[in-house]
């Protein structure tokens, strides 16, 4: 049974380029500290509201977290508890790599809980990708609400909000928004910070830094960029695939479910832990990354369809393809296994996709090829994301 909750979402500014500033320094192991002290903030935030780590923390995720509060009055105070704790914490820092800079999106709706035989926690709603959304469009410093956030607001809290305004959310959707500037210095630090420059370069080699990051100090399974990689994912169907990555079950034959909904329950089944955000995020990757995505999608289909020589040549001939560089059609898997290859190893852009469009015409029967033709007909000019 759903329940209504107000869901924040935090997100620290310029996570990456302190925690690649503490590696390049030789002092990889405190970026496990800065996690740690994030962590600190969130706890210290949920004691202000009489909340516990175990019933309101949703996920971390190394430059961040997720919490599920009773209500937007909780909600707030959660918030100015813990801007309040960051900015004490700056007001001692007289470098950039010290500060600590959040934003965050809160957003209060319908939130299903339930548990699975493994004994973690499954989410069901929009609500919860809602706030990731709202937090990537906040101030350093601020908080950005939704309206449903906003009006169980009490009065007096509301008068630290101003409001209200339109900002885009995915697609075509337009969300109704209020925001509050809860650290008015923050936005002036994060600009000494981009006046810094980049971290000088990493050290040959050395410990990785502790706390779920990687050398480059980039969080495992960022919940933004999940978001927007699932809503640029959406034009692929490819979402029975996603669903088995993370042991989903498929819905009911028949039932028909928009892409906001697939991506939710996606999202949700993902925020089970940190190794299952960062699985899903390292798989929309892999899936974004053009020349493995036509290796992965289109070649097996070249090689069913163009089984002779002659064709197969032609085709790429007429797509651009230098003639003497074509590799020997000795099998089909060879021949089209080598042209993805030079694909991925740079070969000029547009041309593989003009190979594709052509093997449509050729090939009217198969389902990919057609889909392909489709989607470039209403994507002119697009080089990056195909669907399958």
């Not at 959310?169 to 210095?185: A, C, L, T």
């Not at 999940?226 to 695939?241: F, G």
């Not at 079950?249 to 993902?270: C, L």
């Not at 000795?330 to 852009?349: H, I, Q």
Request: charged share 25%.
């Amino acid at each position: 049974m759903a329940d209504i909750r107000t869901i924040v979402e935090l997100d620290m500014v310029g996570y990456s380029n302190i925690a690649a500033f503490l590696n390049a320094a030789g002092t990889a192991e405190y970026v496990g500290e800065l996690n740690g002290q994030i962590r600190g903030f969130i706890g210290h935030a949920l004691e202000k509201i009489a909340g516990t780590w175990q019933e309101n923390v949703i996920t971390t995720t190394g430059d961040g977290g997720i919490v599920s509060l009773p209500n937007p009055d909780a909600a707030n105070e959660f918030a100015t508890a813990f801007f309040a704790a960051a900015r004490d914490h700056n007001k001692r820092q007289d470098h950039f790599a010290g500060r600590r800079i959040f934003r965050m999106g809160a957003a209060t709706g319908d939130l299903a809980v339930s548990t699975r035989a493994d004994g973690a926690r499954e989410y069901a709603g929009m609500v919860i990708a809602k706030a990731v959304r709202l937090e990537a469009s906040a101030r350093p410093g601020g908080l950005v609400v939704d309206d449903a956030t906003y009006d169980g607001l009490e009065k007096t809290a509301k008068t630290y909000y101003d409001g209200p305004e339109k900002v885009p959310g995915k697609h075509s959707e337009v969300f109704k928004v209020y925001r509050r500037q809860s650290d008015p210095d923050a936005p002036g630090q994060v600009e000494d910070q981009r006046r810094a420059g980049p971290p000088p370069p990493a050290p040959p080699s050395g410990p990785s830094p502790p706390g779920g990051s990687g050398g480059d100090g980039e969080p495992p399974g960022d919940p933004r960029k999940i978001l927007e990689m699932l809503e640029r994912y959406a034009e692929r169907k490819e979402y029975p695939r996603l669903r088995k990555l993370l042991g989903m079950q498929d819905p009911p034959q028949g039932e028909e479910r928009s892409d906001s909904s697939e991506e939710a329950a996606i999202f949700n089944r993902a925020l089970a832990s940190q190794e299952a955000l960062a699985a899903l995020q390292k798989d929309l990757e892999r899936a974004m990354d053009y020349p493995t995505f036509l290796r992965e999608r289109y070649q097996r289909e070249l090689v069913v369809c163009f089984q002779e020589p002659t064709p197969a040549r032609n085709t790429l001939i007429a797509a651009g393809f230098d003639p003497y560089l074509i590799p020997p059609f000795n099998t089909p898997a060879d021949f089209w296994r080598v042209v993805c290859e030079s694909v991925a190893n740079g070969a000029p852009p547009g041309r593989f996709e003009f190979v594709l469009e052509q093997a449509a015409e050729m090939f009217a029967f198969n389902e990919k090829f057609r889909r392909f033709k489709e989607w470039s007909r209403r994507n002119p000019g697009a080089t990056r994301i195909r669907p399958d």
